[in-house]
């Protein structure tokens, strides 16, 4: 759209570029690492004349925590304003065109980390102390109450208590009360 030729005006516009880059980090992992061992303990027994030695033998898990060294990765993006140098002659202006688009090839070196996990179980352990029954007879009495009567005379006398007796009969032809 330019018809007179007038000196060169240049303007800078900025553009934005972004990229994604892996941030590597040296941390200090803890490693549980567990064993079983067997405890034992012993003691005398007396037995009339005769000691011998009891020995009980049970399991006990026995853990450690070490560090180990390992790299974990941050991915970190980050986008920058890059500078474009416009120029047209003066005389000309700017105007909206039409949409320009094209692709572009552009190379970034970075690492390319892989992480690679894996589940493992953590065995906590702690020392539990069970006791064990160990059953002796031993005799329990108990008092159960029980009722005694017995027939005492105190104080005897004769009373008079008048006898009544009840007859009963059905009447038949026989008793002629039918």
Do not use: M
């Amino acid at each position: 759209d330019c018809e007179v030729q007038g000196p060169e005006i240049c303007r800078t516009e900025y553009e934005s570029e972004c990229w994604t880059k892996q941030e590597v980090h040296d941390v200090s992992d803890d490693v549980v690492e567990c064993s079983t061992e067997i405890e034992e303990k012993c003691q005398d027994e007396t037995s009339g004349y005769t000691t011998n030695t009891k020995c009980s033998k049970w399991p006990k898990e026995v853990c450690s925590v070490s560090k180990k060294q390992v790299k974990k990765y941050t991915p970190i993006t980050g986008c920058t304003k890059e500078p474009r140098e416009l120029c047209a002659p003066a005389g000309c202006g700017f105007k909206q065109g039409a949409e320009e688009c094209f692709d572009k090839t552009q190379t970034v070196v970075q690492d390319a980390p892989k992480e690679q996990c894996t589940l493992e179980p953590q065995r906590t352990c702690k020392h539990v102390t069970k006791l064990v029954p160990k059953l002796e007879p031993t005799e329990e009495c108990v008092d159960v109450p029980k009722e005694v009567c017995t027939r005492s005379r105190t104080n005897p006398r004769k009373v008079k208590k008048p006898v009544v007796k009840k007859w009963c009969y059905v009447p038949s032809e026989e008793s002629g009360l039918a």
